[in-house]
């Protein structure tokens, strides 16, 4: 089983929908697994626990369960559980990241957010966790060009000692009419452009947790530009194979 953290130590960047994105897609890919809810504020309960199947894929904890409830989720055939951390205390922060395969550090491309996300990723690196920064609400491209804020961005964060990762998750409404029909982007349509970016990603956090080598040694290069003609479906499901394989 394998565990990853998402945080970010300023509200708002999007953890949350980072959290929800990304567990709903890959149960939805066929994998079991668990998100724990450890954020106070309990936003993605608010939007999963009306599932029926609510009670054997959502779990309200606290850092200090964290032990208990992976040796649960390994006895249960667990194949992923996927933690969306409060922004406080440090402690129970760090506590989580430490005992985790992989963190998510969220942000958002504007400056107070980058300013924030320096704080997640000093955290990480008190930890022997490789850690991944997560771009969310970025603005979708315009004639196929990136914006000049995301560009800033990723070159901002290429100092911050954490990758970035290449796929980025873009302001749409997609989100916001999926978390009010109690699911993720990708179940209420698997064809959007919002579906996509969580697939991508997905993808190539899979590679980053099927491919991580011992502490000592460098994560290996992200996924490379989404290329011609692939699917992100067909993308997702084969770095996902290599995920439980």
Partial sequence: MKTITVNSRKGGAGKTTVSVSLAMAARQAGLRVVLADMDPLRSSSEILRSREEASSMLIEA?????????????????????IDT???????????????????AVTRPTFLDLAAVRETIALVQRTPTPGLVVLNQCPPKRNGEENPIVIDAVQRLRFGKLPVAKSVLRSRIAYQHAFASNCGVTEWDVNSEAAADVLWLLAEISKHLALAPPKSVPLPRTLRRRPQGVSPVRAMQSALRRLVG
């Avoid at 200090?64 to 992923?80: F, I, M, P, Y």
């Fill in 62 to 82: 606290n850092a200090g369960k964290l032990w208990v409830l992976q040796e649960n989720c390994k006895r249960n055939g667990c194949d992923l559980l996927v």
């Fill in 86 to 104: 409060p922004t406080h205390p440090e402690s129970e922060i760090i506590h989580c990241m430490t005992h985790s395969d992989l963190v998510l």
